[in-house]
């Protein structure tokens, strides 16, 4: 059994929502050929996608030909949309998440959904949430870092109090690198920024008391983690010997909270998959491949299926955690 938790989606069809609202850095889709679309944001080329992206038919035969049972949808990232006001990001995120929980009701038996909220608006974005349990999804993906501001914020208190009351799990993606615009070079933002926007919210969550305030809060971070396990003895050493910086809002040693959240699998590398797998605990990491994307693993669970672990602890990373995380039981792989 493969549950995929790491997986992105996006709409066949984009509303024109640069021109409805007047705003840039949105994304539009140009379908230019059959299977085959551009996603252009302000009239540039942002990426070339193919019919995998929108189409859950292509998907499930693809997840078929990799053995994958199901996958947890979530939208790409660009989408968030959190520099737009905030009753414009609302809209869109309205607008995918009735789109992934359409998919979802379709066809219950492959996919999972993660919904999307204005996490500029905590108002908002706590009715939003509300309507995601409503429309039969089971958490939302947020970023990294709000338009610069850390999760630690306490404007996103009540969102993961929302969150954490209604059992909806959080998904942690990067976005808007830190130094992207010093690096835009040999895909850098994507090489270093990425792994370092793990390491930040790790942190930021950690230090500002986020896992302790909200205990029940199912929280996972993408690409396992980014640097922090890596980090964690610098991390930790820091806290020591400078606690008059680190501990001002949590006076808990940072390596206490290893096993109170989860990170997926793909770190591209066997030897990372052990280190994340003793740094974590075996049943905190779980597959995810960022489908359909070229960082991602082509071969789904195939790092997992060659790496030296009991057949008890790899059924923890294909599928076990991944309900845990969820908060689904094994029932849902019989539907």
């Keep these: 059994m493969k549950i995929d938790i790491h997986t992105h989606i996006l709409p066949e069809k984009l509303p024109n929502w640069a021109e409805k609202f007047g705003l ?4 539009q889709l140009e379908h230019h050929q059959p299977g085959c679309a551009r996603m252009m944001r302000d009239g540039k080329l942002f990426r070339e996608i193919q019919s995998n992206s929108w189409d859950p038919v ?3 035969e693809e997840c078929s030909q990799q053995q ?3 996958q947890v949808l979530s939208i790409v990232p660009i989408m968030f949309s959190y520099w737009a006001k905030p009753e414009q990001t609302l809209a869109i995120s309205q607008f995918l998440n009735d789109h992934i929980a359409e998919v979802v009701g379709r066809y219950p038996d492959r996919f999972i959904g993660l919904g999307t909220i204005p996490m500029n608006h905590s108002g908002m974005a706590v009715t939003e949430l509300e309507r995601c349990r409503e429309i039969g999804l089971v958490g939302v993906e947020i970023g990294s870092n709000i338009e610069g501001k850390n999760l630690n914020s306490r404007e996103f208190f009540p969102i993961y109090e929302a969150a954490e009351g209604l059992g909806l799990c959080l998904f942690v993606h990067p976005w808007n690198m830190m130094g992207a615009s010093e690096m835009s070079e040999y895909w850098l933002p994507w090489l270093v920024g990425m792994p370092a926007e793990g ?5 930021s969550m950690i230090f500002g008391g986020v896992f302790d305030k909200f205990p029940k809060l199912r929280i996972a971070f993408a690409h396992g983690g980014g640097n922090f396990a890596g980090s964690l003895g610098r991390i930790e050493h820091g806290f020591r010997v400078r ?3 680190c501990a001002i809002h949590n006076t808990v040693n940072p390596r206490e909270y290893l096993g109170h959240f989860w990170v997926d699998s793909l770190v591209h590398d066997s030897r990372q998959l052990h280190y994340i797998l003793e740094s974590f605990g075996e049943d905190r990491v779980m597959l995810g491949t960022d489908y359909p994307f070229p960082l991602g693993e082509a071969n789904p ?8 672990l009991s057949l008890t602890t790899k059924d923890k990373l294909l599928y076990q955690s991944a309900l845990e995380w969820t908060g689904l039981s094994e029932e849902i ?3």
Excluded at 199 to 203: D, T, W
Excluded at 301 to 308: F, W
Aim: proline share 3%; with cysteine.
């Design 24 to 27: 840039s850095g949105l994304i």
């Design 58 to 60: 292509v998907r499930m």
């Design 68 to 70: 994958v049972d199901m």
């Design 199 to 203: 390491s930040r919210a790790i942190c």
């Design 243 to 245: 606690p008059d910086l």
């Design 301 to 308: 669970g195939e790092l997992i299926a060659s790496a030296e």
């Design 333 to 335: 792989l019989g539907r």
